[in-house]
């Protein structure tokens, strides 16, 4: 790649496959037994007061490990989440660009990666204080439950929480002592290596994970080698004290970017990369490290967590155009947070009260290059320092008005401040800062017309502020856009949630969100040294309403058959917005969404752990812009997976296999909204197969 090559300023780490850690800013979501219950209590965290699912006044989703792990690649979290309705994906195939995920809406307009929405992983946060959220160092193989938050979430976690994943992986007491050896292969030339190795001594439990990618990608220039190390390790004590350490390392030598496609382009050769892409070997270079630590404890009758991290980002990029689209950045990310959670009586009544604080840092070292038509570096044109801070306490509480009836209120205020001190001066100083302090509440009624039925309502606000990226000027004049404001939500959600035995759950929502001053990406030509090139950059539209309805159904038939299905139909639309090219976006809809989505999964299980699925998705039409003169088609996509394990003693071999696009759909995986000369076009592989032995001893 050439920008590693030619201009990279830093040299990266080596890939790190030693250690054992990983941290975890709250308690991992579990499952438990009531004293005296014949019924499973189903808690979750992510909301970060801790409570069962059935009290809890919000559109939360919970993935566990065989969903997760059952048959699947684990390359992205689309497979895991796939049935969890509300979500979009997008990008699955271009790992320069990452996944691109969006809920109710909200990380829709990132071109790449993910905007908006809440990642953590083991508590540990993998979005930013300025809201850009990075997914490439999460480990799939390691992951052993996945809770979403579908829906506006400030008041939990602050700036761009627009939802909510919270990945929890496994310790090394949660799975039997021993040891994983795995390898798949594909279409594509896929292979992936996995091995990982379990222990418990006395009150010491240990886990590591680690993984190798190469993948050279259904389209040219789309190649990746990618490696990740994920551990843990953990000290109980018997007074309910327990530290855990997390250590999270990423290496990836070479993911490469083919760039957006024209129609006709399309037409022409669905496999092809642009020509800029190829002949400046456009895609990303990447090592990151990840250190966390957590304490839990019990204190004064109530639960404590104390909790920091380390995260550092080594990271150089060559974008699929010349002009300003070399970029490198050292990233240093850390910070602490710390929550009590205690349970009380106000006037005779149960009230279970949480209050906390975050205090997080974001430090990057950022630098851009010129490059000319031929790869060769023509000049820097940026240095400088960007700083992020955000500070903030929060408060929530449940009061049981009766044994079925819940008050739940929660308030945050955030204090953020976003600078950039500017290193290369000489076409002027664009230093600057700005800083906002925002207050975010909440407030939620659940009602349980039975043990695990449950109705509730909820209204609450949520603010998400311009990325970094997305400050940048479109008059070329550097420093920070003064036209472009944080986008303010507010959320009025009704909903409900239940199961009938241990066969049939179901969990529905309603919901109607107003989005004043949205964030919206745009593309301009740029003149470089008489080249005229394109850039993304961003402003705000007047007002945007989203109204829908999100169902999930599990329906257990019978001890071999399960069906698992997910639909959402929604409208987003504009009100009241007029792009900068003039033109009147007022009732059109929000590019890179569908209206409707639908996905099914049938599951049959055999004897011991034989399995087979077959699932279908449906994504309904969408435009690739504000102006809506772009459509994209609808599509239907089939898979199938199946696998068996054979048992040698004590130990085991796992045999699995699938088919993904079963029909050979022409489809897209990923729209470049508001592409300038229309290159919106990222197209997806056909029928492809992969197959895998994992051998447990």
Known sequence: ????????????????????????????????????????????????????????????????????????????????????????????????????????????????????IRIQVDGIPYTLPDGQSQIDAVDLDSAQRIEVIRGPSSVQYGNASGGVIDITTARGDDQPPGARLRQDVGSDDYYKTTAQANGVNGDVSGIATMSWLNYNGYRDQSEVEKGLFNGRLSREWNNGQRLTATFNALHTPKAEDPGGLTAAQVEEDRRQATPNAERLDAGQEVDQQTLGLLYEAPVVGGDLTVSTFFTRRDFSQQLPFPGPSGIAYDRQFFGVSSDYQQENEVAGLPLTWLAGVDLHRQVDERRRYRIRPDASVAEQIQKEAQNGTTAAVFAQGDLAITERFNLSLGTRFDRLRLSIDDDL???????????????????????????????????????????????????????????????????????????????????????????????????????????TTSRTFYENAGRTERNGIELGLNWDISY?????????????????????????????????????????????????????????QYVGDLYAENSNETRVTDYWLFGVRAGDTIRFGEQSLNVYGGVRNLLDEDYFSNIRINANRDAFYEPAPGRTFYAGLEWVF
């Open 1 to 116: 790649m050439v920008l590693s090559k030619r201009w990279k300023a830093t040299k990266t780490w080596g890939v790190v496959f030693s250690g054992l850690a990983a941290a975890s800013a709250f308690p991992v979501a579990k499952a438990q037994e009531e004293p005296g219950a014949s019924e499973t209590v189903i808690e979750v965290t992510s909301p970060r007061l801790v409570r069962d699912l059935y009290d809890t006044p919000a559109a939360v989703s919970v993935t566990e490990t065989p969903d997760i792990r059952e048959g699947q690649q684990r390359l992205q979290l689309d497979e895991s989440l796939n049935t969890v309705p509300g979500l979009f994906f997008q990008n699955r195939y271009n790992f320069a660009q990452n996944l691109r995920l969006s809920t109710r809406g909200f990380g829709a307009r990132a071109p790449f990666g993910i905007r908006g």
């Open 425 to 531: 001066l000489e076409g002027g100083d664009d230093s600057g800062s700005r800083t906002y302090d925002e207050l975010s509440g909440f407030a939620g009624i659940s009602y349980r017309t039975a043990p695990r039925q449950q109705v509730y309502a909820t209204i609450g606000t949520a603010f998400e502020a311009p990325t970094f990226t997305e400050f940048a000027n479109p008059d070329g004049s550097g420093g920070f856009n003064p036209d472009i404001e944080p986008q303010q939500a507010l959320n009025r959600e009704i909903g409900l949630r239940g199961s009938f035995g241990e066969a049939f759950s179901y969990d529905l929502a309603l919901f109607s969100i107003r989005v004043d001053d949205e964030l919206l990406p745009f593309e301009d030509d740029v003149d470089i040294d008489g080249v």
């Open 560 to 616: 071999t058959w399960r069906i698992t299905s997910a639909i959402t139909l929604a409208d987003y639309t504009f009100e009241n917005f007029e792009d900068r090219q003039g033109n009147d976006a007022d009732g059109n809809r929000l590019p890179g969404l569908p209206r409707e989505q639908w996905v099914t999964e049938v599951e049959w299980k055999g004897q011991g752990q034989r399995f087979a699925a077959l699932e279908w």
